[in-house]
Every structure is written in C-alpha cells, then in structure tokens.
C-alpha cells in the first residue's frame, strides 16, 4: 500500500482493506512511502550526502494515521520508507517482496482530470504485472 502525504486518501485505502475477506487474518500490509529523491544537495565541498537529508525526516503524518487504522481492524503490517523515484519503487519493491496486489490511492480530479491518474498511480498501473486497486475519495 502506497503512502502519500494525503491523510484522505491513506484513510480511503485501508477502508477498502479492512473489507476484504477475513482482512484480519488473512492480509498482512507493506506501509510504503518514498521520498522522492533530491536532485543535488551540496554539503559544502560540492558532494552529496542524500541519506543525511532523510536522516532525521519524518515520515507523512498520513503513515502513521494508517498504522493506527490497521492496529484497530487488527491487521498485520509492516512500514517501509525508502528514497527515490515514487512509482519505480513501487513496482520494485512489489516485485521483491512478491505481494499479490498494490492498492493505490486516487485524489478528486475534474472530469477532465479524471481521464488520467496521478503520475506515480498511472506509471504503477503501466508497469506492474501485479493487480492494482484504485481507491477514490468520497464524491
């Protein structure tokens, strides 16, 4: 389960799980966020030091609003916080953990928006062999 920073949405996707069948026991969920990789980040001398830029960064407060949905509908789940680009790393990171399905958060768009997802959604829809649920906000 993709984590952005929208609290919303994160709500949206552990309501669709929480209703799958026997969620509590027969589901575990992967809490994934990135962030997004800085382009270059000078430490003074002209080198870069991006894991000293995340170090001390916390993670969206839509996280932790999920790991608290997940500990109330008693569902096991893991959190995973990694650096790069969004929507590679979700389909990596689904390919090495060998999950059965990616469930993404959808945001309100105008009819014309609503022809295409988000970049991340859309490029995880196109590059993954896996199933992909989109969850939407309430209209």
């Known amino acids: ?3 952005d920073g929208d609290d919303t949405s ?3 996707q552990i309501e669709a799980i929480a209703e799958l069948p026997d969620a509590s026991n027969a589901v575990e969920v992967i809490l994934y966020h990135v962030f997004e990789e800085l382009d270059q980040a000078a430490d003074g001398e002209g080198g870069a030091y991006l894991d000293d830029l995340y170090e001390d960064r916390d993670p969206p407060k839509s996280i932790t609003t999920a ?3 997940l500990e109330e509908a008693d569902i ?3 959190t995973v916080i990694e650096i790069g680009d969004p929507g590679e790393n979700v389909v990596n990171t689904a390919k090495k953990r060998d999950v ?3 469930i993404m ?3 309100k768009r105008s009819p014309i928006g609503k022809v295409l997802f988000g970049s991340v959604t859309q490029a995880v829809i196109l590059s993954s062999n896996l ?3 989109v ?3 309430e209209p």
Do not use: F, H
């Open 100 to 102: 059965n399905g990616i």
């Open 10 to 12: 994160a709500r949206r």
């Open 135 to 137: 969850v939407g906000q």
């Open 105 to 107: 958060g959808g945001r």
């Open 1 to 3: 389960m993709p984590v």
């Open 76 to 78: 096991e789940y893991e």
């Open 67 to 69: 790991e608290s949905l």
């Open 131 to 133: 199933p992909v649920t």
